[in-house]
C-alpha cells in the first residue's frame, strides 16, 4: 500500500493579508477546557444552561456527595442541553468515584482541637466524646505508627501518633482547629491500604454505564492494575468510557508511567496529593504529571484548589490567577472547579473568571515561527519503516505548522477522533473544528484543548461534506465569508479514499 502526502494550497497572492485580518477572531477562542463541578448551586436546568453558556465544557459529578437519583437529574439536564445545541457547545459528562476514603465520624457538635491536646481516633463505631472519635475503617490501626503526622481536612488540622493499642490511635494535636463530621484522613507520606475501587464505587461505575457517561476520574488509584480491571469491565459491558486516573496518593507517584500509559488521560488532585506528600512538592509534580501526559498525547487536567477563596467572595485572590495561569502555560488540556460551582456562593463568576484568565494567558503563548511541540525527531523515523500513526504524527505536525504559519482555523474530520486528538497535542494557536459522525467520540473530545467537536454525517462524496461542515461553522458564526481554513482529511482509519493519502487545504470560504 503506497502512502503519501499532497498539499494544497487553493490561494490567491492577496490572500496573506486577508488571512493576517482573519487572525484575531482565529485565535480569540478559550482553548484549555473547563471542568465544572454540579452540587447544590448549581444542578437546576436555569444554572446548567449559564454555566454552559459562561464556559463550562465538562460536568464533573462527585460521587462522594448526594445520590443517584440527583445524579441522574444532571445527567439528563445535560443531555437535554447537548440535544438543542447540536452546533455549539458540547458538554461531556464525568463521574468522579469516592474512592478508599478514611474519614472520621459523625460528631453531635464540632470539637475544638487545641495545640498539645490529647486526642484518640478509634475503629470504634459511633464513639464521639472531647477526646475521642471513630474512624470507618478498621485497618486504621495497621496503617499508622508512632511519629507518623495525621492530617485532617486535607491539613486543616495536624496530629502526631504517639502511640496505638488494639482499636485506638493516641496522638497529640500539632495544629488545632474545629472537627466536624465525618473529616478526611491523610496520613503523610502514606496511602490507605484499603482497594482503590470500593463496592459503592462499582455501584457508582454501573450507574455511569447505564448513563452512557463519557468519562470516569477515579480516586486514589495507586498502580496500572486497578486501570486494566475497570477497563476490563467496561470493555465486558461493551462500555466506550475512558478512564481517567487521579493522582492524589504517594503511591501512585512510582508508578505514575505506567498508569497514565494504562490509562485514557489524568488529573492532577493536588488536595489529597498536598496532604500525603509534602506541599512544596505539589507544582513539581504538577509539571511532572502534565508532562508525562503530554508525552503519551493524552488529556490531563489540574484540579483543587483552583479559586477556592470564591466559595464565599465575588472576586479571587491575585495567587489563584496565577495558579490557573501556570497551569495553562504548562500545556493542561483542562482545569477544575470543584466546590466553586458546586455549592459556592459566585459559581457563574468563578466559571467567568477562569475562562477569561486563561483566555489572556493563551494570547501571551502564540509563537508563529515556533515548531509544534511532541513532533518525533526527523533521524529516528527515518531509522525505521514508516508506519501509520507516524505518518499521521509528521502529517499533524505540519498541518499545525501551516494553519500557525497562516492564523488559520483548523477543520478535520474524523470518525476515531485519533487526528484531532493528535493535533490537539500539537497545539495549534487557532481552533481546531472536529466533525465527527460518531456521538461517542464527540463527546469525548469536549476535553481536548482547543477542539470543538461538532457532529454530522458524512456523505461518500468528500467535496459535499467539506461544503456542509462550513456551512455549519457559517452558520454557527465560528467562520465568516473571505476566511481562510486549512482543511485536513488525514487519520489512520480513511473516510473517503482507498489508499492512505494525506491532505493538508487552505481554502477560502466563499458562501
Request: glycine share 6%; aromatic share 6%; net charge negative.
Amino acid at each position: 500500500m503506497v502512502t503519501f502526502f499532497s498539499f494544497v494550497m487553493q490561494m490567491h497572492s492577496e490572500a496573506t493579508t486577508e488571512i493576517t485580518s482573519q487572525a484575531v477572531d482565529a485565535n480569540s477562542r478559550r482553548k484549555t477546557k473547563i471542568v465544572c463541578t454540579i452540587g447544590p448551586s448549581t444542578n437546576t436546568r436555569e444554572m446548567i444552561w449559564k454555566l454552559a453558556e459562561a464556559g463550562m465544557n465538562v460536568a464533573r459529578m462527585n460521587m462522594s456527595h448526594g445520590d443517584h437519583q440527583s445524579h441522574q437529574k444532571v445527567i439528563d439536564l445535560v443531555k437535554e442541553y447537548n440535544a438543542q445545541n447540536t452546533e455549539g457547545n458540547v458538554i461531556a459528562i464525568m463521574l468522579d468515584t469516592k474512592g478508599p476514603e478514611v474519614r472520621s465520624g459523625d460528631v453531635p457538635e464540632p470539637i475544638m482541637l487545641k495545640e498539645g491536646q490529647e486526642f484518640n481516633f478509634t475503629i470504634k463505631r459511633g464513639v464521639s466524646t472531647e477526646d475521642t472519635v471513630s474512624v470507618n475503617y478498621d485497618d486504621f490501626i495497621n496503617d499508622v505508627e508512632a511519629g507518623d503526622i495525621l492530617l485532617v481536612d486535607g491539613g486543616m488540622m495536624s496530629l502526631a501518633v504517639k502511640s496505638k493499642t488494639a482499636d485506638t490511635v493516641k496522638c497529640e494535636v500539632v495544629d488545632g482547629g474545629e472537627l466536624k463530621s465525618r473529616r478526611h484522613l491523610n496520613v503523610r507520606g502514606k496511602s490507605a491500604t484499603l482497594p482503590s475501587i470500593t463496592e459503592k464505587d462499582w455501584e457508582d461505575i454501573k450507574f455511569g454505564v447505564e448513563n452512557g457517561v463519557d468519562f470516569y476520574a477515579v480516586s486514589f488509584v495507586k498502580d496500572a492494575k486497578v486501570i486494566h480491571e475497570l477497563k476490563d469491565y467496561l470493555k465486558s459491558a461493551n462500555a466506550d468510557i475512558h478512564v481517567i486516573p487521579k493522582i492524589e496518593s504517594a503511591d501512585s507517584i512510582p508508578n505514575l508511567q505506567s498508569i497514565i500509559a494504562a490509562s485514557d488521560g489524568a488529573m492532577v488532585a493536588r488536595g489529597d496529593l498536598g496532604a500525603e506528600l509534602p506541599i512544596e512538592d505539589v507544582p513539581l509534580l504538577q509539571a511532572e504529571i502534565v508532562r508525562t501526559c503530554r508525552s503519551m498525547e493524552k488529556p490531563v487536567i489540574v484540579a483543587t484548589n483552583m479559586l477556592e477563596s470564591m466559595i464565599n467572595h465575588p472576586t479571587p485572590t491575585r495567587a489563584e490567577v496565577s495558579d490557573i495561569a501556570i497551569a495553562v502555560r504548562e500545556g493542561s488540556d483542562a482545569i477544575m472547579l470543584s466546590g466553586e460551582t458546586a455549592h459556592g456562593k459566585y459559581p457563574l463568576k468563578a466559571v467567568k473568571v477562569m475562562h477569561t484568565v486563561a483566555l489572556r494567558t493563551e494570547s501571551s503563548l502564540y509563537n508563529p515561527t515556533a515548531s509544534p511541540g511532541l513532533v518525533a525527531p526527523t533521524q529516528a523515523i527515518l531509522n525505521e519503516e514508516f508506519s501509520s500513526s507516524q505518518l499521521s504524527k509528521m502529517f499533524g505536525s505540519h498541518a499545525t505548522m501551516m494553519a500557525n504559519t497562516l492564523r488559520t482555523p483548523i477543520i478535520v474530520f474524523t470518525q476515531t477522533g485519533s487526528m484531532a486528538v493528535l493535533l490537539s497535542h500539537y497545539r495549534p494557536s487557532s481552533t481546531i473544528f472536529a466533525f465527527t459522525n460518531e456521538e461517542r467520540v464527540k463527546q469525548r473530545l469536549a476535553l481536548y484543548q482547543g477542539v470543538i467537536p461538532i457532529y454530522m454525517q458524512f456523505s461518500d462524496d468528500a467535496e459535499e461534506t467539506f461544503s456542509r461542515a462550513i456551512s455549519c461553522l457559517l452558520k454557527g458564526k465560528h467562520i465568516k465569508k473571505g476566511d481562510y481554513v486549512t482543511l485536513v482529511q488525514s487519520g489512520v482509519t480513511s473516510i473517503w479514499r482507498e489508499e492512505s493519502t494525506h491532505h493538508i487545504q487552505v481554502r477560502k470560504v466563499q458562501c
